[in-house]
């Protein structure tokens, strides 16, 4: 079954603007990724985040992790219509296979 | 060239046909991983593989099977094909570090009537 769940499905924002999106997850994990996937196209890697991270940037990116209410959130600053995609959280767990969430649906518009 | 690559990108079938698709990559990756992606529902793992001689059901494995030919090919096959696995399917890739970031092939989308 799939851990993770984002919220919201889909975010409509100006270009400029900052997107967040939110993940919650059931079990302790090891770590949590990010993936962003272009319309229709394979699953691109954007930034993990340890269990013993809260923070971490990556250039317009900035993700955090809660693991104590079992959640974590992206924020991409300054959008750009290149930004519009789906966005999927994924939880490590124990054995190196990853759960993916639903995804969130990031429409920029110019 | 892509690291991952999926063969066919697209394929159109009939009910009952058997059918395969195939995943190469270049990365050198011990572990591949076969999912399915359905509209609204995320990925879902279908079969894994952290070597050759080590393959791994998923969460929806049933309906499909799975060879791994070498280390840097990784096939799934529907035996029977039904409509309810039109679906876009991806093969990823992933390292044996502690990171275990997956590669993504460009996916290969099954229509089956």
């Known amino acids: 079954s799939q851990q993770g769940e984002e919220d919201p499905q889909a975010l409509s924002i100006q270009e400029g603007e900052n997107a967040t999106m939110n993940c919650s997850y059931k079990t302790s994990i090891n770590n949590l990724q990010w993936y962003r996937q272009n319309s229709g196209r394979g699953l691109v890697h954007l930034i993990l985040i340890r269990s013993n991270e809260r923070e971490k940037h990556s250039g317009r990116l900035r993700v955090t992790l809660d693991t104590s209410k079992k959640s974590s959130s992206l924020l991409i600053t300054a959008s750009r219509a290149a930004d519009t995609a789906s966005y999927f959280c994924a939880t490590d767990e124990d054995d190196y296979k990853l759960s993916f969430g639903a995804g969130t649906t990031v429409t920029v518009r110019a | 060239d892509a690291d991952v690559t999926q063969t066919p990108r697209n394929r159109i079938t009939k009910t009952g046909k058997r059918i395969m698709l195939e995943c190469s990559q270049t990365k050198g990756h011990d572990r591949m991983y076969w999912y399915r992606q359905d509209p609204g529902l995320g990925l879902r793992l279908i079969y894994y593989?952290?070597?050759?001689?080590?393959?791994n059901k998923g969460e929806i494995s049933d309906g499909y099977s799975v060879s791994r030919q070498a280390q840097a090919k990784f096939s799934l096959s529907l035996e029977s094909a039904i409509p309810n696995q039109t679906a876009l399917y991806f093969c990823?890739?992933?390292?044996?570090?502690?990171?275990?970031?997956?590669?993504f092939g460009p996916g290969t989308r099954l229509t089956v009537l």
């Open positions: 593989s952290f070597d050759v001689k080590d393959i």
């Open positions: 990823a890739t992933s390292g044996t570090g502690v990171s275990n970031e997956q590669f």
